[in-house]
């Protein structure tokens, strides 16, 4: 007996070692099934990124799209951008058109949000499906839409405006150009953005609304708050993470507008160009192709887009969101 009680107290040792070794044996599973995923991101968006801060450094035009080697430039590229007034006028009219368009979109947005969630369930369901045509509308689309409604010829807008007294709007509406300059332009760009744009802020701010207790609101009625008070002080508390990136996800978008003013404005009037378009006629826009000179202007803006998206990372761990 004395023999066999050491045999039988090493056994358990053998096999919780061995339980501890499955335990630290690193598990694929998990990383097998995302890495098909995985692939096509990396071969659709970090491939195509590589290649542009590749070429930001290059001189690269017609005979390098021949086949001939591009030259290496270093930050003539950049120097020339940054050196060119023309560069911060197109980034002015990027950061305030985005400015205008997030701003009207949240608050529309958050409007038609607390509109559907007043209404019944078979009216909320109709008025909230309604409005997502709007979003599910390519952009595309939409551009020629208001391109047609806002037309010197024709369009619906100038011929509601001139039928107005002339003591409300002023007269001449009926050949009025909208697309003459940048001002009236990003008036109707900022229209049709924020028409698209503000029916994903209204059903995301409608499902948060579900999810906040009914009996928060009812004790708020009892305490004789009124729906101004009641928003800032219930309400948007609540909902703030959603807000949050809602206002993150507009500013990418409304940062990167391209089709709709491409469409609206075309190459012609420079004078109406945001960075995105500047990027493009430099790239593309000419016989002479600039693809260093539009390269380096899209690594700028992907460069301020991931400085919005990593401030807004930092708030979010700042409030606990994400730990």
């Known amino acids: 007996m004395l023999d066999t009680a050491p045999a039988v107290g090493k056994a358990p040792g053998r096999r919780s070692s061995g339980r501890a070794r499955s335990?630290?044996?690193?598990?694929?599973?998990?990383?097998?099934?995302?890495?098909?995923?995985?692939?096509?991101?990396?071969?659709?968006?970090?491939?195509?990124?590589?290649?542009?801060?590749?070429?930001?450094?290059?001189k690269v035009g017609n005979r390098q799209l021949r086949g001939e080697?591009?030259?290496?430039?270093?930050?003539?590229?950049?120097?020339?951008?940054?050196?060119?007034?023309?560069?911060?006028?197109?980034?002015?009219?990027?950061?305030?058109?985005?400015?205008?368009?997030?701003?009207?979109?949240?608050?529309?947005?958050?409007?038609?949000?607390?509109?559907?969630?007043?209404?019944g369930k078979k009216m909320s369901s109709f008025v909230a499906g309604g409005v997502m045509v709007a979003w599910a509308t390519p952009p595309v689309t939409a551009a020629i839409i208001f391109s047609w409604l806002f037309g010197s010829t024709?369009?619906?807008?100038?011929?509601?405006?001139?039928?107005?007294?002339n003591f409300l709007v002023g007269g001449g509406w009926d050949d009025y150009n909208w697309f003459a300059t940048p001002l009236s332009t990003y008036t109707v760009l900022t229209v049709c953005v924020v028409w698209q744009a503000?029916?994903?802020?209204?059903?995301?701010?409608?499902?948060?609304?579900?999810s906040v207790p009914g009996e928060l609101y009812e004790a708020a009625r009892v305490d004789g708050s009124g729906p101004w008070r009641t928003f800032w002080s219930l309400t948007y508390p609540m909902l703030k993470p959603i807000f949050l990136?809602?206002?993150?996800?507009?500013?990418?978008?409304?940062?990167?507008?391209?089709?709709?003013?491409?469409?609206?404005?075309?190459?012609?009037?420079?004078?109406?160009?945001?960075?995105s378009l500047y990027a493009y006629s430099e790239a593309f826009g000419s016989m002479n192709p600039k693809l260093g000179m539009g390269s380096a202007i899209a690594l700028?803006?992907?460069?301020?887009?991931?400085?919005?998206?990593?401030?807004?990372v930092r708030v979010m761990v700042r409030q606990g969101e994400m730990k």
């Open 23 to 58: 335990r630290r044996r690193p598990r694929f599973g998990p990383y097998l099934l995302i890495a098909p995923t995985a692939i096509v991101i990396a071969v659709l968006m970090f491939w195509p990124m590589i290649q542009i801060g590749t070429m930001s450094f290059q």
């Open 69 to 119: 080697p591009a030259e290496q430039v270093g930050t003539e590229n950049f120097d020339k951008i940054l050196n060119d007034p023309f560069f911060w006028q197109t980034l002015r009219h990027t950061v305030l058109f985005a400015v205008v368009a997030v701003a009207l979109t949240m608050v529309v947005g958050t409007l038609v949000g607390l509109l559907l969630n007043k209404l």
């Open 154 to 165: 024709g369009g619906v807008v100038n011929w509601f405006l001139d039928l107005l007294p």
């Open 198 to 210: 503000c029916p994903f802020v209204a059903v995301s701010v409608l499902a948060g609304l579900k």
């Open 245 to 275: 990136v809602l206002v993150v996800m507009s500013i990418i978008w409304d940062f990167k507008v391209f089709t709709q003013l491409f469409i609206m404005s075309g190459l012609a009037n420079r004078d109406a160009f945001n960075l």
């Open 300 to 312: 700028v803006l992907t460069i301020i887009l991931l400085i919005v998206t990593a401030l807004y």
